[in-house]
């Protein structure tokens, strides 16, 4: 870039703010790395002045103060504030009030305020995630439900864009929240000359087929349990809804009653996340022909199996072995 170019474009006021929120524990390669992807943006963009502004906001005592900024000396309007992700686990995060005013302070202003996986905790003391939609990573969904029980959670996707708010799922979904925001302020072209660059993927839509089936077994219903251990060593035979009330010993309303509150799933739907599981563990380690995974996981129609495939995981089964299959390729 020529000096007289990199001047001008040093003069031209970016077109947003994108603020950074550093908080005890948090991700610094998130940081770091939004830090690089919008400047890169920035680059590829084509035109001078469109580049994203990026500025690292970090709590001292009672205050959240600027530490570092891509443009110093301009006064700040933040467009964005993205929570990172964290490296502890949910439970030892550190609620910060000051942190959780500061946030509700930008949003009045007209911030959109974002998160990534864990950070979701973050902006959930807030309060403004209460009655809308909102992501975090598959293994944090539960607890996030459980301690703000008011946010409606959608942990299938991968980014949830509710306006004002903006959610992403898992630990590394910097990079597709990122270039979410990237086709948002500089356009589609740009996002997709970003991602080719740092060889990345355009943001990808759905959690799912990163997220396993895990069944709860800790509830403290006996019954019920016997009747999971039932279908979990008999997933592959045809198991018929009366099999498991004798199991555990209950009339049909209430073993739907209480299989539903202690497992979080239907039995004709846990039966299905149990099969699908089994044939993801095998799309995953072998070679065996997907029509006879289907067939052994308990499918005697391979059109339907393909079906609830998709359904679960939100791919189709060879695409689910070309992705995540380990074992060598057979000639």
């Known amino acids: ?77 933040l467009s964005h504030v993205i929570s990172p992700p964290s490296l ?106 970003t991602a080719r660059f740092l060889l990345i993927e355009p943001p990808r839509s759905s959690q799912r087929p990163f997220a396993p089936f895990v069944p709860r077994f800790d509830h403290g219903d006996d019954a019920i349990r016997r009747a999971q251990h039932h279908v979990h060593a008999n997933a592959g035979e045809a198991l018929h809804l009366s099999e498991l009330q004798e199991i555990a010993g209950m009339t049909e309303r209430t073993f739907l009653r209480r299989f539903t509150a202690a497992t979080g799933h239907r039995p004709n739907s846990y039966l299905q996340q149990v099969r699908i599981a089994k044939a993801r563990e095998a799309l995953e380690q072998g070679n065996t022909p997907i029509d006879r995974i289907a067939w052994e996981v308990g499918y005697s129609d391979v059109a339907a199996f393909r079906k609830s495939f998709q359904k679960l995981t939100g791919m189709a089964p060879s695409a689910y072995r070309q992705t995540f299959g380990i074992a060598p390729a057979t000639a």
């Open 88 to 193: 502890v686990m949910p439970e030892r995060m550190q609620s910060s009030p000051a942190t959780a005013d500061w946030l509700r302070d930008r949003h009045a202003e007209g911030s959109t305020l974002c998160s990534v996986c864990a950070g979701a905790f973050v902006l959930a003391e807030t309060g403004l995630m209460d009655g809308r939609r909102a992501t975090t990573h598959w293994a944090f969904a539960d607890q996030l439900a459980r301690r703000y029980p008011r946010i409606k959670l959608a942990e299938e996707h991968m980014v949830l864009d509710d306006g004002d708010i903006v959610t992403a799922g898992g630990i590394l979904a910097w990079t597709d929240l990122g270039l979410t925001l990237v086709e948002r302020l500089l356009g589609a072209s740009t996002m997709l000359a």
């Open 1 to 77: 870039m020529t000096e007289a170019k990199q001047t001008m474009r040093s003069k031209t006021a970016p077109v947003a703010e994108i603020g950074l929120l550093i908080y005890p524990d948090c991700q610094l390669s998130a940081i770091y790395g939004l830090t690089d992807l919008f400047r890169i943006a920035g680059e590829w963009s084509g035109e001078a002045g469109r580049r994203i502004r990026v500025s690292h906001w970090q709590a001292e005592g009672d205050d959240i103060r600027c530490t570092w900024d891509s443009d110093p000396g301009e006064a700040h309007q």
